[in-house]
């Protein structure tokens, strides 16, 4: 798979994610479908929206003990999405197990891709909440390091970290990477924002891009400006 823009479909229901994707008549956009969705529609969102042609991001960010992330991933594994995702502080056990659960009997298997800190996490909460004293940026590569060597596919990150992590990891393991805006419009909640022109210069494979697609005035306009500038 190369370089794509992944529309983050962060809505409440299914009537809601099809009234948006049905805007765009004869494109297929790669979507990611998170837990507000998932958990409000359940599996069968998914199904449809496969059927509908898109390929899928499936961000459910497991965590739980190897045995039941395995099970869990054999589950994912049937419903035909491109990428899924855990947490990389599972460790390396949890990751390696999640792959065997993931992998199809013909050993073909959608990606995995690793949260390594959450953005939301910085460097005095990670310490107070979480004991780490490490630098964060140091405990990110760490995570991603752990994640390639279980044989995950990449990580996601903010962009301002994708360069040192193909540096660490490797230029063929993937970044994928939120906190994504426009030069002219709203940053928002997002903190660390990179336009989806500099997410390309620093070597993101994939940008996820939300609001700046599903809450613009004309949408495919919006969605077809992020492929223009990031796949060019
Ligand atoms: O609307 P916006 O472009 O900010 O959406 C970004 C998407 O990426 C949301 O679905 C958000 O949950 C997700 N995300 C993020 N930062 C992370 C991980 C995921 O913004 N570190």
Known sequence: MGKDVIIACDF??????????????????FVKIGMELFYAEGPQIVREIKQRGHKIFLDLKLH????????????????????CNLHASGTKP????????????????PLLIAVTQLTSTDQETMERDLWIDHPIDEVVMHYAK??????????VCSPLEAR????????????????VRFADGDVGDQKRVMTPAQA???????IVVGRPITAAADPVAAYERCVKEFVG
């Not at 409440?12 to 765009?24: G, H, I, N, Y």
């Not at 003990?65 to 994912?76: W, Y």
């Not at 390309?200 to 994939?206: A, L, N, Q, T, V």
Request: hydrophobic share 40%; aromatic share 6%.
């Open 64 to 83: 739980d003990i190897p045995n039941t992330v395995k099970k869990a991933m054999a589950v994912l594994r049937d419903l035909d999405v491109d990428i």
């Open 146 to 155: 752990n994640a390639r060597d279980a044989g995950l596919d990449g990580v």
């Open 200 to 206: 390309k210069e620093i070597g993101s494979d994939y």
């Open 94 to 109: 949890m990751m390696a197990a999640a792959l065997e659960g993931l992998t199809r009997p013909d050993v073909t298997r």
């Open 164 to 179: 040192k992590v193909h540096e660490v990891c490797g230029a063929d393991f993937l970044t994928v990477t939120p906190g």
């Open 12 to 29: 409440a229901s299914a009537k809601q994610t099809f009234d948006f994707l049905d805007q765009f008549t004869g494109k297929k956009p």
